[in-house]
């Protein structure tokens, strides 16, 4: 934290005549006539007040002065001529407290002050801990030769340790439970009791969450070098060297394995075998447990990682030495190795090895993240909720899971022992509803006393002392055993060494014959996958363009991300080369019908991502032709080839795209004098039924070529596939051709339209119809029908010789009806039975004809098809969307149909 207020330098200290002090007094000092910086920005120490203190002569005649040495204060002589008497002071270290009226030791503030200031501050308070834990043990003596072989090493710790260049970004200290559960368990009111005993048991829950993430944060700097790996395997870096962990000790070094506890800090990678330091030791910036903020008591990040000692691997195999083994580690494989094995079926099999958990698992309680806060006035009441920021969370990580799924085990046991305790205290305090929890009641006192809603929150602001008091008792209750859940808990993680080497042997088994389950599982299979992907010059290339991409997206995701400029942005791109003949009148992109011609387009299209080496990645040559025969029906083709790659060998896509598009019907708003203007442009609406058998969708020219073409695509492509496919052009004008015929035998479907009309609304049925080959595979259909509805306004003015202007506006709705013409399609192809909807359907297929139903026949339905009109009293469907309506299949076997 920066202190704004602390000079850097002495000469932002000044003697001040008015306080006769060098001022600010909070961080400078006098040195004769010289004012400096003060070596601590420790707090102003006041002197004991001569009113209420006394001690010798100076207690003569004084009967309400207490005496001094009464409260562990020192006597002083008098120092000069002026004093005339003794007079109490504190002792060194000491400073008077005028709350307290007594001499308390000097609290440090190590917030205060400049970085060097703040660096001195830090640097005491270890000092004064460790000598107050000697003092307790009875073996301090300042003289000692372990006294200053502990303070040397201190002193290195600070100055020259791993980290210890780094500043204090952040105060993330664990403060003592215990001690906050005395101070508050003596304070007056139960209020203020449950209070701090409510958030003592919230801090435990977040210290456990804490302390499960740095267990993980370990395995990370070990795994993938980075403490805070966010468990994706394409953003592990392709190799790095392990630590040195051997001892520099020469009675030690020469054994195989180290036999105590190392009294050395990670200071060097190796180079080459465990066993050899490399030459120059990690930067601080470089040093991946530098960037990590463990939980600890310190405040200095060479304080936090002290307990990271040099831990030498233990032997690997009978016959090869640890200290012989290869230091470099290769995250890729490992990461891939556990990701394979999560997909085999002995690792689904294993704990945590789900589905569920395939992105891992987030630790975290909700309810100490998000709470309620309660406020009255004027005997009114009202719930809002407090979001709390200071909640701690984790995502255990797939790989991390699959290595050591007992260690996540005994998390979920914890969690679930730790979470019903903070759900019983925050529903006691008010601040955690029963609805909203997400483990049981703990305590049948939570159930019977706890209620939380606006009466009872109500009800508890008057409530008498007695139910405060027993409130009181019970969060002291629950917070006592979170703190002794947490306490074992972190027992228990000092334990785990055995139960984590057993979890992690089980997955990679060591030795010659690669026994563990990453190796073995699914006879290996995965394994075998790995070696391809990892194991190839052109499998390595492709993932290096495919981790390439990967960083570059996900650069750009991240919020926050400080380098983002330090990458390309990820941008795709689409390039193309087009020319092409219109034969007739150009279409308008403001006009909603159809431009009688043709047009013929020839498509070089190239794309590919900026930031790759190779920009373009994809390169496809298209043909496209459109035609329309009348105003209210366009027809366009496209043919595309490429070249795909399909498992390393080069296969030739071939596509057509056809389009068909059809204007249902045209109707003339600009008679209809009473509907606004204002109305005419408003949100879409329902479709029903009757307005899509009303436009005749199933009849309109659209639908019936596209499904002339669904029915038998060989039929128009056979000719044009014959031809290579580098003749794109011959390709399009053949099928152009003959789609041509085809659509002449439904030109009387389609709709006349005026030449101007100022206002109308349109509907119109768009039909899209895709075919896919690769190499000598069979085509692939893809459809997609839209009913559209335009309304489109023109306004035109114009001045012979001066001014000819025109404006317009539309408003479209779609509405995506290709589930629909899926069923009505799939139906009528198969044609599954003779029963009337199934006949209507066959019926109505056939532009022109009526599907009629007489309705008056109860015991057999009886049902013709014909183009004249229907007899008179009978039910008439002129399109499939009807059949539905006028045609029950209600079981009957037997039908009268001519």
């Known amino acids: ?66 005496p001094c040495q009464d409260v562990s204060m020192i006597c002083l002589a008098p120092s000069n001529f002026f004093e005339s008497a003794e007079r109490c ?16 030791v000097i609290p440090l503030d190590c917030t205060r002050g400049n970085p060097q200031q703040q660096r001195n501050c830090e640097k005491e308070k270890l000092f004064r801990r460790f000598k107050q834990r000697q003092q307790t043990a009875g073996t301090f003596t300042q003289s000692s030769s372990k006294w200053q072989t502990r303070l040397q090493e201190l002193e290195t710790r600070f100055d020259a340790g791993p980290c210890s260049s780094l500043k204090i970004r952040s105060d993330e200290r664990v403060l003592n439970f215990q001690r906050t559960f005395q101070s508050a368990s003596a304070r007056q009111k139960p209020e203020d009791r449950s209070s701090v005993f409510t958030e003592l048991v919230i801090s435990a829950t977040n210290l456990f969450v804490r302390s499960v993430a740095d267990v993980q944060a370990m395995f990370n700097i070990y795994f993938a070098n980075a403490a805070a790996w966010d468990d994706d395997c394409l953003t592990l870096v392709p190799s790095f060297s392990n630590f040195f962990e051997f001892e520099d000790d020469g009675e030690v070094s020469h054994l195989g394995t180290q036999w105590r506890p190392s009294s050395y800090q990670l200071t060097h990678r190796v180079r080459g075998k465990v ?35 040099r831990d030498p691997p233990l032997q690997a195999d009978l016959f090869v030495s640890p200290r012989e083994l290869n230091g470099t580690m290769m995250p890729h494989l490992w990461c891939e190795l556990a990701r394979k094995l999560r997909s085999t079926p002995e690792g689904r099999n294993r704990s945590f090895g789900e589905k569920r958990y395939e992105e891992g698992w987030a630790v975290g309680f909700e309810a100490a993240c998000s709470q309620l806060a309660f406020t009255a006035t004027g005997g009114e009441g009202r719930f809002h909720i407090w979001r709390r920021y200071d909640c701690e969370k984790v995502v255990l990580g797939s790989a991390f899971l699959t290595i050591f799924p007992s260690f996540a085990a005994k998390v979920q046991e914890t969690h679930s022992a730790l979470g019903r305790l903070l759900e019983d205290a925050l529903q006691c305090a008010g601040q955690l509803s029963q609805g909203n929890r997400q483990f049981k009641p703990h305590d049948p006192y939570v159930t019977e006393s706890c209620a939380v809603d606006i009466e009872s929150m109500l009800k508890r602001e008057n409530e008498e002392d007695a139910a405060k008091q027993r409130r009181a008792e ?41 026994s563990g389950l ?24 492709q993932r290096s363009e495919t981790v390439q991409a990967h960083l570059v997206q996900k650069a750009w995701r991240t919020r926050g991300q400080l380098q983002k400029s330090l990458f390309p942005p990820p941008v795709h791109y689409t390039g193309a080369l087009e020319g092409g003949i219109v034969v007739g009148r150009a279409k308008d992109i403001c006009s909603v019908e159809m431009a009688q011609g043709v ?78 203007m204002g109305e005419i442009f408003t949100q879409g609406s329902k479709l029903g039924t009757s307005e899509l058998a009303k436009d005749k969708v199933t009849s309109s020219p659209a639908w019936l070529l596209a499904k002339s073409l669904l029915k038998d695509p060989t039929a128009i492509l056979s000719e044009a596939l014959a031809a290579s496919s580098e003749h794109l052009k011959e390709q399009v004008n053949s099928i152009g051709h003959k789609i041509s015929k085809l659509s002449s035998k439904f030109v009387g479907a389609a709709v006349g339209i005026d030449s101007f009309l100022s206002l109308k609304d349109y509907h119109l049925l768009d039909v899209q119809l895709g075919l896919t080959k690769v190499g000598d595979a069979p085509y692939y259909p893809t459809f997609q029908v839209e009913f559209k509805k335009v309304t489109a306004a023109g306004l035109g003015v114009g001045m012979p010789g001066l001014l000819n202007m025109k404006i317009t506006a539309h408003v479209s709705q779609a509405y995506d009806l290709s589930e629909v013409f899926s069923e009505l399609y799939h139906l009528l192809v198969d044609k599954q039975d003779q029963k009337g909807y199934s006949r209507c359907l066959e019926c109505l297929d056939a532009p022109g004809y009526k599907f009629c139903f007489n309705p008056t026949v109860s015991s057999k339905q009886q049902f013709t098809c014909q183009q004249a009109a229907c007899p008179p009293g009978w039910e008439t469907a002129v399109d499939a969307t009807e059949c539905g309506t006028v045609v029950s299949d209600d079981g009957n076997e037997d039908d009268l149909f001519t």
């Open 1 to 66: 934290e920066v202190d704004p207020h602390a000079p850097l330098t002495p000469e932002g200290c000044n003697w001040s005549h008015e306080s006769r002090q060098c001022e600010p007094s909070l961080y400078c000092t006098s040195q004769g006539k010289k004012c400096k910086l003060k070596e601590i920005a420790e707090k102003p120490c006041y002197d004991v007040p001569a009113s209420e203190f006394c001690c010798g002569t100076s207690c003569k005649g004084y009967s309400t002065k207490k």
């Open 89 to 104: 002071a504190c002792s060194p270290g000491k400073c008077y407290d005028e709350v307290e009226q007594a001499c308390k």
């Open 275 to 309: 066993s050899e330091p490399a030459a120059e030791p990690m930067a601080d910036e470089e040093n991946p447990w530098c960037a990590y903020t463990f939980a600890s008591v310190e405040r200095q990040q060479s304080g936090r990682i002290h307990f990271a000692r």
């Open 474 to 514: 019970f969060l002291a209750v629950t917070a006592s055993a979170a703190l002794s859940t947490l306490q074992r808990w972190l027992k228990e993680i000092s334990d785990m060494g055995t139960m984590l080497r057993m979890d992690f042997e089980a997955v990679f088994g060591r030795g010659h014959k690669l």
């Open 518 to 541: 990453a190796f073995t599982a699914d006879a290996g299979k995965g394994f075998q996958q790995v070696k391809d992907m990892l194991g190839r010059d052109d499998a390595i290339q």
């Open 599 to 676: 047009r013929f387009d020839i498509v070089n299209q190239r794309s590919g991502v900026t930031f790759a080496p190779t920009l373009v990645q994809e390169e496809r040559l298209c043909a496209s032709g459109s035609f329309a025969p009348l105003k209210s029906l366009e027809i366009s083709i496209i043919a595309c080839t490429r070249a795909i790659d399909i498992d390393g060998k080069s296969e030739a896509e071939t596509s057509f795209a056809f389009r068909f598009k059809s204007i249902l019907s045209v109707e003339d708003l600009g008679k209809k004098l009473q509907i606004k």
